[in-house]
């Protein structure tokens, strides 16, 4: 074969192999857009994912029974009532004035009926208030959204400071030798590791040992070490940058160690940390196994630290279970393309903070 | 004198601070070998001990009947790493070749964000694209009655490494010197021969690196993979429409819910996983202190 037909073949080869590249990322992303489309809308954006069934006290003067609702204005409780896809009453209007925004739980805690809530009963308590089962319709993933913030928040609280010491330690501190190269052999190990193993040692040692049990906590304590030499290499990066004549000219002026990687190191450093951390967050948003292994499957807001209550799923975990517990794929996908703009954010915020950077390198 | 010393004294504090810092990577390492190490090896000694060659050899995992084989396991793991390196790394390393040499200005300002966007992606949305697409097609040319299989986990194995492969694979060969290319096509070598007979076998060890951080991303892969791959519980793979069960699903399966020997075995998995991971990582330690030392 002629050298030039050669060349074309492979030339097509490497043509394909790109085509092949996009063409995958296209269909994921495609796959998920159709599927999960449907199960987009504000109401999936903003609820509760369980329903949630309330009993209140409305002090209205009304002898109305369950028997006597049905579509339209309800005058004595203010609310215009609508029979839903389900049969059931639903509130579609609500007065300014109306004594459902007054309503009391049964521990006598404000919970003020809202526009969208199903009236299941309602029974005359007395003459002046009355007793309604409210129920507040769920199907929305709000309890995985804060527990993804909380889990952001916390790992990173936890390994941004570690993280950014141990490479001023690095770069500032340590002489070329042992101790530089046993702390670079262990981060590049642990860079290593496969969530899978971080999942087992968190649940043996955060959950069961440290006794956090399945908490936001375990959690964020295992992604620490997971984002560990991420922020560290990245840090290292940025401060290995900063031109060495910067540092020289505050010793020479008389300013300590300390003072110079305060006042000249660290503020010519800061953008490369932030895109250590944008890269952590992405890390955290993503991360599925370690966190299935200590910070367990519950679809909950997380009311502590750890402990009982202290469990919650974050987006990605959610994303799991509803596709293999519970066979909901239009859901997780619904859950996947939440997860796919968080994605694309960030990765556009990484590189304008980058470029940033670099534009200000070559003045 | 005195402010002097407190100074002195304040900077040493916090020195020691970073030192402390910087120490909680190598703890972490130690802390994370130690327990999974003695967890795992636990039950292959004492009084009740497990025959560690039946766990290493065994090709069925009933806790039920206290049987843990985990052969047809390390099988799967390595068949399914192997199946994404042979599909993957010739497709990555031609998108890297695209992307570094032949590429117009404005496709690589595509390409580059959209290889990023697909390293950023979850694994989790991996698992559903396999799930709901690569299953139910597979199951339609599969000669037996379901989708999930060895097939399914490579494709997406595939898919996860490419990332990995092109951004490596691609600073390497931006890091071949010029000169190298411009001698070649100076002797009057077409571009394609450039690439094949010098660049490529210049940016050798670049590109040896991307294989094997691939291979450690492939074999320790959970999520997306324990949704397509079937998980039974025995069974070696026969074919690429076999099930399969990969070490870290068996790990990622059972773990909620075990307890006693049973979660030993898992641990024992680990174990099994963090060797193979060992490896990987030493190799490449290997390859890129080589390369240094050029």
Not at chain 1, 54 to 80: K, M, R, W
Not at chain 1, 198 to 219: E, R, T, W
Not at chain 2, 31 to 36: D, H, K, L, T
Request: glycine share 8%; net charge positive.
């Amino acid at each position: 074969m002629s050298r030039k037909g050669k060349d074309n073949i492979v030339k097509g080869a490497i043509y394909a192999s790109a085509g092949f590249t996009v063409f995958v990322l296209i269909a994921i992303i495609g796959f998920v857009l159709v599927k999960g489309l449907p199960g987009i809308s504000i109401s999936f954006l903003t609820r509760n994912y369980e329903n949630k069934t309330t009993y209140v006290t409305v002090t209205a003067v009304t002898n109305l029974h369950t028997e006597d609702l049905q579509s339209g204005y309800i005058d004595p409780l203010g609310i215009t009532l609508k029979v839903n896809e389900d049969g059931k009453l639903e509130i579609t209007g609500i007065d300014k004035d109306s004594p459902c925004k007054d309503a009391l739980n049964l521990k006598g805690i404000s919970y003020p009926v809202k526009k969208g809530d199903l009236v299941a009963s309602v029974t005359p308590l007395n003459d002046t208030t009355m007793k309604m089962k409210v129920i507040r319709p769920g199907g929305g993933i709000v309890p995985m959204i804060v527990t993804t913030l909380y889990m952001i928040l916390l790992s990173l609280i936890i390994a941004a400071p570690i993280g950014i010491l141990s490479a001023i330690f690095l770069i500032e501190y340590a002489k070329p030798g042992k101790l530089r190269n046993i702390i670079h052999f262990a981060i590049e190990n642990l860079a290593g590791i496969p969530s899978i193993i971080y999942g087992l040692f968190g649940s043996l040692f955060f959950v069961k040992l440290c006794q956090l049990k399945y908490s936001i906590l375990a959690g964020a304590l295992t992604l620490s070490i997971i984002l560990l030499p991420t922020i560290i290499t990245t840090t290292e990066e940025t401060l290995k940058a900063i031109p060495k004549s910067y540092r020289e000219s505050s010793l020479g002026l008389g300013a300590t160690k300390l003072q110079t990687i305060r006042r000249v190191v660290l503020p010519n450093a800061l953008s490369g940390i932030l895109v250590a951390v944008i890269l952590s967050v992405g890390r955290i948003v993503g991360e599925s196994a370690a966190l299935l292994l200590t910070a367990g499957t519950v679809a909950q807001i997380p009311k502590a630290l750890f402990g009982n209550s202290a469990s919650g799923a974050t987006l990605t975990i959610k994303m799991y279970t509803l596709m293999k517990e519970e066979n909901d794929l239009t859901t997780a996908c619904a859950i996947g393309i939440v997860l796919l703009v968080i994605i694309i954010v960030l990765n556009f915020a990484s590189k304008t903070v980058t470029k940033k950077l670099l534009s200000r390198k070559s003045v | 004198m005195v402010r002097n010393r407190k100074r002195e004294l304040y900077e040493k504090i916090v020195e020691t601070i970073f030192l402390l810092c910087a120490l909680v990577g190598v703890i972490s390492v130690i802390a994370i070998i130690i327990f999974v190490f003695y967890k795992g090896l636990h039950p292959f000694f004492g009084t009740d001990a497990y025959s560690f060659w039946d766990f290493i050899s065994g090709t069925r995992w009933a806790p039920g009947s206290d049987t843990y084989g985990v052969f047809y396991m390390i099988a799967a793991s390595v068949l399914a790493t192997a199946g994404a390196m042979v599909v993957g790394v010739p497709i990555g390393v031609l998108t890297a070749v695209f992307i570094a040499e032949l590429a117009p200005k404005r496709a690589v300002k595509w390409m580059r964000p959209a290889v990023e966007l697909l390293a950023g992606i979850p694994s989790v949305l991996y698992g559903a694209f396999g799930l709901g697409i690569i299953v139910p097609m597979i199951q339609v040319i599969s000669p037996r009655a379901h989708g999930h299989s060895l097939l399914a986990v490579i494709i997406v194995l595939t898919v996860m490494v490419l990332p990995t492969i092109i951004t490596l694979s691609e600073s390497a060969i931006r890091a071949v010197p010029k000169s190298y290319k411009e001698a070649s096509l100076g002797m009057g070598a077409t571009q394609i021969q450039t690439i094949f007979k010098v660049v490529l076998p210049a940016a050798k060890s670049g590109i040896l690196s991307a294989l094997v951080l691939g291979i450690g991303r492939a074999i320790g892969e959970t999520m997306a993979v324990m949704m397509i791959a079937g998980n039974p519980v025995q069974g070696i793979p026969n074919s690429i429409w076999s099930m399969v069960r990969p070490l870290t699903t068996n790990i990622a399966m059972e773990m909620s819910y075990s307890s006693g020997r049973q979660q030993e075995m898992l641990f024992a998995t680990g174990v099994i996983l963090f060797l193979f991971i060992m490896i990987v990582n030493l190799t490449l330690l290997r390859i890129t202190h080589k390369a240094g030392e050029k």
